[in-house]
Structure formats: structure tokens, C-alpha cells
């Protein structure tokens, strides 16, 4: 998923997903002999329009990391219009990201998804939709010259919790405004009303949203854009 040498483009939102992701990455980049040449890449945008970047507190984490961040305006198109839908804010996001990393020589677009994240997204398109639609762990755009991978797939969101209180990994900036007022919150309700069921329930999920981005893989290659941003 990510090769040595490889230029990677972290996806960092200032959420404790993306924060836990370019601590590891940075740990992992320490023990391999080829490292990769990290740039951390900062879209100014949530569901409530274009932001003022992210905390001073998280631009000094990095730079004692000896990462600098780099924050770009997002590219809307015209018919995006705001306040976004969280689909649309995800969507304008990753162009961004995948636009951003092509100028910039990256070959990788790391995004700070996990277990939790697939569960939910899946979960999410089936009962809104009628479709469900699994988030993949890579996948290729431009004709292979970009890589979306996201590093910490098989990881759940109580490990990057814990991960963060240890780490000394700072507060995460404030969450978009719309957050608790969305379809993912609502799935998430769903699975916590199974209560001691929840974390059966969602590893069989997760291991049906894995076969399912299988199958499609090895029957068309079908590319994603869209869904949730960490």
C-alpha cells in the first residue's frame, strides 16, 4: 500500500482519524530503508464552506515532526453550493486532494479511514440508497498516476483513541458543524443500539464490505470518488 520512496501526500482534516495517521505513517517511515518523502496536505473546508485552516497548536505537532503543512482553497465546481452535503463536502474535498497531490509529484493520497469508517459507509449506502457500496483500501485515479490508500483500514476508531491519549498527539481541531446531525450518525445509533451485539455486528460487516470491494476489484476495477473524509 505504500511503497518505499514513494512520494505520499498526507490527507490531514485536524480529526483524531487523520492526526493518528500521520503519527503512524511517520513511525512506520523510521524503520523502512527507502523512506518516503512525506507532504501533509490540508483542504480549508468543511460542509459549512471554506475554513480558517487548521489550529496553530496542530501546524507546531507537525513542525516538530519536521513536517510543514501546506493548506489549499478547495476547487468547487459551479453547482456546488454552500452549506455542502456531507457527501458533496467529501466529494469537492477529495478532487482537491487528488488535484493538489498530481501538481504536487505525489504518487499517493493517504486518507485516514478505518474499520469503523467502512462499517458505517457501508451500512450508510445500503440503508439510504439500496446499494451498498464498500470503501476500498486503495484505489488508482488519472490513469494510475495518483494512488488513494488508506493505511489504517483494518484499525478501529477506539485504538486510534487510545493511540492518540498515549502518543501525545494534540486535541483535534473542532469538528465540522455539522457533525451529530448526519446519516453516519444516525447508522452509528443504529449499531450501538445492538449493545453488546455492536462490535460482532460490525466485524462481520466489515468483513462483507472487504469481500464485496473483492469481488467488484476482480470483476471491473471500478473507481470511487466520494463518501467520507477523516
Sequence with gaps: MLPEGARLALAVSGGLDSLAMAYLVGEYNRSIRQPLELIVVHVRLDAGGVTEGL???????????GLEVEEVSPRLEASEEVPLGCFAC?????????EAAEIRGASHVALGHHADDVVETWLMSLMYTGTAEAMPPARSYFGGAVHLVRPLYELQRRELER???LAGIPEPASPCAVDSRTRRDTVRGVLAALGRDQSLVRRQLFWAAVRQVS???SENGANELGGHDG
Aim: no cysteine.
Design 55 to 65: 489550529p496553530a497548536r496542530i501546524h507546531r505537532w507537525f513542525d516538530l515532526r
Design 215 to 217: 469481488e467488484v476489484d
Design 163 to 165: 493511540l492518540v491519549r
Design 90 to 98: 467529501a466529494r469537492a474535498r477529495r478532487r482537491t486532494l487528488l
